[in-house]
């Protein structure tokens, strides 16, 4: 029997969480920590709510997995991000020695891939582009409605 838990499975999971930070009037970014087959941890942007310019989603969800975990580690742990880290996020992802990065969509501004690839630490796998079309739109959307002020 083939398992539902699935790469996209867990990018989906992390979309939702995209979803609610455009709902709250955030950057709609979501990320879910895996260890095995099991979400241990959540996060989704709120850097406006919390007035915290390092809420993002990926810093909230290692914090949260790694209070889970009881290890500053993630040696055994996926992280599933809607877009590219950025440079402050993919240092955190460094110290915890993620096992495996995947995200949906680029960011070509502001990712850490823009500054330097080498952020991530050199044993964490790197995936991109799963459901890239979905985090892209829901970002595009996101800034075309706040530059009509809605």
């Given at each position: 029997m083939k398992s539902f838990l699935t790469d996209e499975y867990f990018m989906n999971e992390a979309l939702k969480l995209a979803r609610m930070a455009y709902?709250?009037?955030?950057?709609p970014v979501g990320a879910v920590v895996v260890a095995g087959d099991r979400i241990i941890a959540r996060g989704y942007n709120q850097t406006?709510?919390?007035n915290d310019p390092t809420a993002h989603a990926?810093?909230?969800?290692?914090?949260a997995a790694t209070n889970y975990l009881g290890?500053?580690?993630?040696?055994?742990c996926s992280l599933y991000v809607t877009l590219e880290p950025c440079a402050m996020c993919a240092g955190a992802l460094y110290w915890a020695q993620l096992q495996r990065l995947v995200f949906a969509a680029p960011d070509e501004k502001r990712g850490y891939q823009h500054y330097n690839s080498g952020l991530i630490?050199?044993?964490?796998?790197?995936?991109s582009g799963l459901l890239k079309e979905e985090a892209e739109d829901l970002i595009k959307s996101f800034f075309i409605?706040?530059?009509k002020g809605l």
């Open positions: 709902e709250e009037g955030e950057i406006e709510k919390l990926e810093m909230l969800a290692v914090t290890t500053k580690y993630l040696t055994e630490h050199p044993k964490t796998k790197v995936e409605k706040m530059r």
